[in-house]
């Protein structure tokens, strides 16, 4: 069976993967290196979804070290990480406006089938006239400074999501680590600027990622902020206990303020064991099987998809975004209907979009 239900989806990498070097290509032109390019998504039927801008620190290597837990002792098959250092601003800055420009420029030369979105309606229309959307979103927002006058200037360029931390500190919060097994609550909450930002952002009506913030950090948006709670990509905390996933009490705080959670596709943070290396193989009804979780616990309205294209390692299967149709054909096998799989392939992300910038 094939579908025809289009999917928007909550994260991809893929405008900073296409020019690393050694692995750089064209959006515009299909390609069998990473996850993602117009052709690709076409094929799959991916319709649009949030184009991060990442910074990475310079020099940073995870190298795996002993887990500890709160007594002292070694956690068997427990793995740590350091955190990466944080990250000058002015380098931020200037990865940042490079991306951006990408992201403009393949708007430019797609010849209108790509389209830079900075409303709901926009979305809507894009998936309805065949362009895909692209929500401009900055992941970790080092390149922003305290009094958030570059927020300000980025909001008018067509910023419309951003995620305060990438798994590391900044002057907004404090990101998880990728230790495994291991909860959230890795550290203090937002900073004073942290809170600040949750306020600008809500009367900006600009998207708050929740993925790679701590605990504490997401308990202080909960608190602070008047926008559904999102998790763009991460997955269930009691399926594979990552820090990057979310805990019950996370998702129930999410369906509260009638929020999504985008389902992540790295295996790391979807199998039970954590592994994200590819060892063995994963299959994608691992993605269901959180979703399943998800949708039993807070409801199938707070259920969305958030791939990591271009930043993860995908389940085997699945492969990369040609591959959605066979993803949408396992959640029907699992017994997903026609109506809950459209929820979860777009409509839902639209009520979350519309919520949070038009409100
Ligand atoms: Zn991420």
């Known amino acids: ?9 909550g994260h991809n990498d893929t405008l900073t993967r296409i020019r690393k070097p050694g692995e750089e290509r064209s959006f515009l032109e299909r390609s ?5 390019d117009l052709p690709r998504a076409r094929e799959g039927g991916l319709c649009g979804g949030f184009f991060a801008i990442f910074t990475a620190s310079p020099g940073y290597v995870r190298t795996a070290k002993p887990l500890f837990d709160a007594e002292g002792r070694e956690v068997p098959g427990g793995v740590a990480y350091d955190l990466p250092p944080r990250l000058e601003r002015r380098r931020a800055l200037a990865f940042t406006l490079s991306i951006m420009s990408d992201l403009f420029r393949i708007e430019a030369e797609s010849g209108g089938e790509v389209q830079v979105v ?33 927020l300000d200037v980025f909001y008018e360029a067509g910023l419309r999501s951003l995620g305060p931390v990438w798994s590391r500190p900044n002057a907004f919060g404090h990101g998880v680590p990728f ?18 930002l949750v306020e600008a952002c809500n009367r900006l009506g600009i998207l708050l990622d929740n993925s790679h913030l701590n ?21 269930a905390h009691a399926l594979c206990p990552s820090p990057r996933n979310l805990t019950d009490a996370q998702l129930d705080a999410i ?34 099987r959180h979703a399943r979780y998800i949708a039993d616990r807070i409801g199938v309205e707070h259920v969305g998809l958030g791939s990591d294209f271009d930043g993860a390692h995908m389940p085997e299967d699945l492969g990369d975004a040609a591959g959605l149709p066979r993803l949408l054909d396992a ?19 639209d009520r ?8």
């Open 32 to 36: 069998d290196r990473g996850h993602v």
């Open 179 to 196: 230790d495994f097994p291991r909860g959230p609550d890795t550290g203090p909450g937002l900073t004073a600027a942290g809170r600040r």
């Open 331 to 349: 959640f029907r096998e699992a017994g997903f209907d026609e109506s809950e799989i459209r929820q979860i392939a777009y409509e839902n992300w």
């Open 215 to 235: 605990e504490q950090g997401f308990w202080d948006i909960a608190r602070l902020s008047d926008a559904p709670l999102v998790a763009t990509h991460s997955a």
């Open 118 to 150: 900075r409303t709901a309606e926009e979305v809507r229309a894009c998936r309805e006239e065949g362009r895909l959307s692209a929500v401009l979103h900055i992941e970790g927002i080092e390149a922003i400074d305290t009094r958030l006058e570059a």
């Open 352 to 359: 979350v979009l519309a919520d949070t910038w038009e409100a």
């Open 255 to 288: 369906a509260s303020s009638r929020g999504i959670i985008g389902v992540n596709f790295h295996v790391g943070f979807l199998r039970a064991d954590g592994d994200g290396s590819g060892r063995e193989p994963t299959p994608m009804t691992e993605i269901v």
């Open 1 to 9: 069976m094939t579908s025809t239900i289009p999917v928007f989806d």
